[in-house]
């Protein structure tokens, strides 16, 4: 199973991998970014946060903006606690960089 660095910050900060739904359930990481539009199961001690990139309309009145700040606290908390994060979609990293480079940065940029 793939798993692309996407992001390292330098010595006692985590980085940010992207990869495939099969890789983020057995790695063992502080946090996992699901953007696939299904719930997952993590190893012990992963915090969860399930993003499903593909609906920007508000989930049980939790803006699309809204999770996406929530799941970016989230990454910084983690990398900051010098623990590493995976995101993940259906699609594996080749998708996943495509979709955090075009979509999740191309929302705050306007």
Same mark, same amino acid.
């Given at each position: 199973m793939t798993m692309l660095k996407l992001l390292t910050l330098g010595v006692g900060l985590g980085s940010?991998?992207? %990869?495939?739904? =099969? !890789?983020?359930? &057995? !790695?063992?990481? $502080?946090? !996992?970014?699901? %953007? !696939?539009? *299904?719930?997952? &199961?993590?190893?012990? $001690?992963? =915090?969860? *946060?399930?993003?499903?990139i593909a609906y920007h309309g508000t989930l049980g009145r939790v803006t699309w903006q809204d999770r996406v700040l929530a799941a970016m606290r989230l990454v910084l908390r983690t990398l900051l606690r010098g623990k590493d994060v995976v995101v993940h979609c259906a699609a594996g990293p080749q998708m996943e960089k495509m979709v955090c480079e075009s979509k999740c940065l191309s929302q705050f940029q306007s």
């Open positions: 940010i991998w992207v %990869c495939s739904w =099969e !890789a983020a359930g &057995t !790695a063992n990481v $502080g946090c !996992a970014i699901n %953007c !696939a539009d *299904f719930t997952m &199961t993590y190893q012990p $001690g992963v =915090e969860p *946060f399930w993003l499903h």
